[in-house]
């Protein structure tokens, strides 16, 4: 129980050092850089001493619901902490791009706020699917991950047809793909704390059989929340910058 209270706190500081490092594109401030490279170290202090206990645990006899959660929260934390990885990367490029004063196009910004606006909302949903451990809720990560696939590989053919038109420069196109790719690496570490959640509440389920059933596509409530995705974060790329 104990360990479910310490990775919540660990799942909160890592969520928000995401949170912060998503502002920091929009304006850097070098408070707000300290504090995320600060909370990074708690993340990693949670990370090596919750790792280590529950790693002490498994020798012990446990019950077979406290073998499950032990599961669950080993795989969340090495999630999280990678999370948190990524936010410090965000950062980075945050103060990278102040420090040389380059300034996004209009429709690089617009493209990239429409990602940073799904990957926190697959933030959202992971943080209350682990506070929650409700399956339904952690099913809903799995679709609106694959969406964020499918929108960082059109963001990126999108900045490649800008470096050919000359409309970007290389230095400024380096931040803005490594930024899409941090995106991703994020939104995949979501996916593998909910598969997680729904292992915890089904012992049977492994995480690629879960995965191949999404992929038959006889997942009804998988398909509509996918498709409800793709409305909210694709289909807006095809709008015309104002």
Do not use: W
């Not at 995965?211 to 694709?234: R, S, V």
């Amino acid at each position: 129980e104990q360990c479910g209270k310490t990775l919540n706190q660990m799942a909160e500081a890592a969520f928000k050092n995401l949170r912060r490092s998503m502002e920091l594109l929009d304006e850097f401030q070098p408070g707000v850089y300290d504090k995320i490279m600060l909370r990074e170290k708690r993340v990693d202090r949670y990370e090596d001493r919750l790792g280590a206990y529950l790693v002490r645990l498994t020798t012990r006899e446990l019950s077979h619901k406290e073998t499950l959660a032990s599961a669950k929260y080993l795989n969340a934390l090495g999630n999280l902490e990678r999370i948190s990885d990524h936010a410090v990367n965000i950062a980075e490029l945050a103060q990278e791009q102040a420090s040389k004063r380059a300034v996004f196009s209009q429709e690089a910004t617009r493209e990239l706020h429409i990602c940073m606006d799904a990957v926190s909302e697959i933030a959202r949903l992971t943080r209350e699917t682990l506070l929650s451990g409700d399956p339904r809720q952690a099913r809903s990560v799995e679709p609106l991950e694959e969406v964020i696939d499918l929108l960082t590989r059109d963001l990126k053919a999108r900045h490649v047809q800008r470096l050919q038109l000359g409309k970007c420069t290389l230095e400024l196109g380096f931040i803005y793909n490594d930024c899409i790719n941090n995106f991703e690496r994020v939104a995949d570490h979501c996916s593998n704390i909910a598969v997680a959640v729904l292992e915890a509440n089904d012992a049977r389920l492994l995480p690629h059989d879960y995965l191949k059933a999404l992929d038959t596509g006889n997942q009804e409530y998988f398909l509509a929340q996918k498709k409800h995705y793709i409305e909210k974060y694709c289909e807006p790329l095809r709008a015309p910058v104002e």
